[in-house]
């Protein structure tokens, strides 16, 4: 468990616990110890937990999903968020909050989080019982901020992003402030409708990253340079004349720009720890393309609270099953799926 989850476990609570050996099922287990030593280097702790057995239904290394069941003390006017709404920028926690029930414009705003459980946040400061929170689709809306120059997670401050395409339609964001962000309801909800080609064109760069993320997983740096090597030439085959839709045109530029540069930085180091920094850059930008254009395939998105020094990173994975890029056999499993984009 993380170090942030210590405070809602206790002996005697039961965990659901499912596998994909046996889809339709549900496990019940009881926490049985806690381990009283905090592991500094994780920031986890211990905990066991015993399952009953006695059918055989279960292997050693057989790969299950525990559900803590939360003590439900003291939730009385508590705000809850579920946890795909919380994004990680620095060592702040953001959610982007709807500003006007009438129109799709949202403001990242500054939480501080209390407890983890179950997929689910506890909101200590920030939220106010009412707020309309983005709980799918919140880089889609960060990709849009990016865009206009708004504040983003990957640009904390604010200011434009420059492609050399400042003059087109949408671009200008001058009717807002500094962390409010304009997108239509298409923007928001729907993916931008793009030719098959270009789609396939994408999935060639997601491939790519795909290879950084597995040799990131595998502790290899010199296959994460050739891969990001591999990343550079495939956006260079992207054809732009492929979007007609301005919209499309204009967020393409922005994101092709981020990752041919995170691309350019993972490809020009043999240093995996710098490759592993690249690589959060790199990532970010990569699930705002996926949940935008779409690659046709089903893609997981995970989440280590852990990287970039507690910070928390995403990665995008073709598998449900937790392999770690900012770690690798260090803490291979370190990690959660955060959505699934189809």
Not at 277 to 293: C, D, E, N, T, W
Not at 314 to 341: F, Q
Request: proline share 2%; glycine share 8%; aromatic share 6%.
């Amino acid at each position: 468990a993380y170090e942030n989850q210590i405070a809602s476990l206790k002996v005697g609570q039961t965990i659901k616990v499912t596998t994909n050996a046996y889809r339709n099922e549900v496990f019940d287990a009881k926490v049985s110890f806690i381990d009283p030593l905090l592991n500094s280097a994780t920031r986890t702790i211990v905990v066991r937990a015993v399952l009953n057995n006695k059918n055989d239904l279960f292997k050693p290394g057989m790969f299950v999903e525990g559900k803590i069941e939360g003590t439900q003390e003291n939730t009385t006017n508590k705000i809850t968020v579920p946890a795909t709404a919380v994004m990680w920028t620095g060592e702040r926690s953001v959610v982007y909050v709807k500003t006007n029930p009438n129109e799709a414009v949202f403001e990242m705003r500054e939480v501080l989080l209390g407890n983890a459980n179950g997929d689910t946040y506890t909101i200590l400061e920030g939220l106010e019982n009412g707020d309309e929170v983005v709980t799918n689709g919140t880089f889609t809306v960060d990709a849009a901020a990016q865009l206009q120059g708004k504040k983003s997670m990957m640009n904390t401050a604010g200011g434009k992003t420059m492609t050399g395409h400042e003059g087109h339609l949408g671009m200008q964001g001058n009717n807002t402030g500094d962390n409010v962000v304009n997108t239509d309801h298409s923007e928001m909800k729907e993916r931008i409708a793009v030719s098959k080609k270009f789609q396939n064109q994408l999935k060639q760069v997601f491939d790519d990253y795909i290879l950084v993320k597995d040799a990131l997983v595998n502790d290899d740096a010199k296959s994460a340079q050739q891969a990001g090597k591999q990343i550079i030439q495939s956006l260079k085959n992207v054809d732009m004349k492929l979007l007609s839709d301005e919209k499309a045109h204009n967020h393409w530029m922005t994101i092709q720009k981020e990752l041919n540069a995170s691309a350019n930085a993972i490809s020009g180091s043999t240093d995996i720890s710098k490759q592993r920094g690249h690589f959060k850059h790199l990532s970010a930008h990569m699930i705002s393309s996926v949940q935008l254009f779409g690659v046709n395939t089903n893609v997981y998105i995970q989440f280590c609270p852990m990287a970039d020094n507690n910070k928390g990173a995403y990665w995008i994975s073709l598998e449900e099953e937790i392999r770690n890029p900012y770690y690798g056999e260090a803490m291979l499993t370190c990690g959660e799926v955060r959505d699934t984009l189809e």
